[in-house]
Structure formats: structure tokens, C-alpha cells
């Protein structure tokens, strides 16, 4: 009993010398009655606002931009283009698309001619060792633009050229499109289906 009674003591002894410990930081006890959370978000909002006013005025002198030739302002961005390329992660080397159209096994294009335009089954490279595949929607007539049509991840390509008929949005816009003078490439996303998970 007396050895509990001395153990009981040390442990009580050990918590008024160790809770005495002083935080290695400035710091007082929350005594206002203003609501924390919205002083909190007003803190939030002037440190971000002050940042963002110190970024912008030390913008000024990182940027010496030169605006006498195309050569020479590519050169005077070079350093910002290589650094959005490492955030974004395109570091790899570009190669040459070299866009072919593909073709069925007796050799003949893979292509559905409709009035006004063709469209042809078609590859490309994207780096070396990785290729891309889509459609490619060309007017029979004078091209007005070219697009990159980015479909969902779960709509096919033939949806938006109007060769599946799914009655959902995108059916036939492509093909529209191409119709009135756009020439389209519509690449094959992977697909977030889960049917097979």
C-alpha cells in the first residue's frame, strides 16, 4: 500500500512539472467570442490576397519578354514554357505525328463516304513507342477550320461522327460539323466504364 501511495505521488509530482511545459511559439487561450471560423476564413483571405499582390509585383521583373520577332520571343519565354512543361509533365520529346489512315486486311482505308464528308479510321504517333487512334472527319468541299474534338471518356468517337446512333448528346455533331466545312479528329479515350471491374 505504501509503495502505491509513493507511486501515486511521483506520478502526480511528474504532471505538475511536465504540464508546465511551455509551447516552443507565441500562443495565449482563445478568450474572444467572435465566431472562429469566419476569422478564420478572414485570415485565410488576407494572407491569399497579400500573396497574391507580392507574386504579381515580383511577376514584373521575371518576365523580359521580346516582342521583336517570333524567334526572339520564343527564346525570351523558353525559360517559362520549360517550367510549365515540368509542372504539367509533358517532359517528354515531341516526335512527328505522321498521321496514316488505317486500313482493313486486304489493304483498303477503313473510311464511310457520306455527302458531304469522309470519314477515315486513322493513326498517329504521340511518343516514341505510343500511338494514338481516332477518327478523322474531312469536308469533300473547301476546309474552313480544323478541331481537336475531345469526346467524354465514355463516348466513342462513332457517336460524335454519327455512325452509332445512341440518341444521347454529341450523337452527330462531329459529322455536322464536318458537313459544313470543319475538318475533325475525334482521338479513342480509355474508357471509365466498369463492366468488366
Known sequence: MKFISILMYLCLLALSVFGQITAPFSSAPLTGQDDLSSLMVKGIDGFLTAEAERVRQA??????????????????????????????????TRVNPDLEVLTNSRLQQLKVEAEACIIRAVRWRVLEGLSAEGLLLQPKGKIIARVVMIPDADILPEVLAGLQRTGGPGTEIAR??????????????????DTFS
Open 59 to 92: 511577376r514584373q521583373g521575371l518576365w523580359q519578354l521580346n516582342f521583336s520577332g517570333t524567334e526572339a520571343f520564343n527564346k525570351s519565354i523558353g525559360l517559362q514554357r520549360n517550367l510549365l512543361a515540368q509542372f504539367l509533365g509533358v517532359v517528354d
Open 176 to 193: 455536322r460539323l464536318a458537313e459544313s466545312g470543319w475538318e475533325i479528329l475525334i482521338p479513342v479515350l480509355v474508357s471509365r466504364d
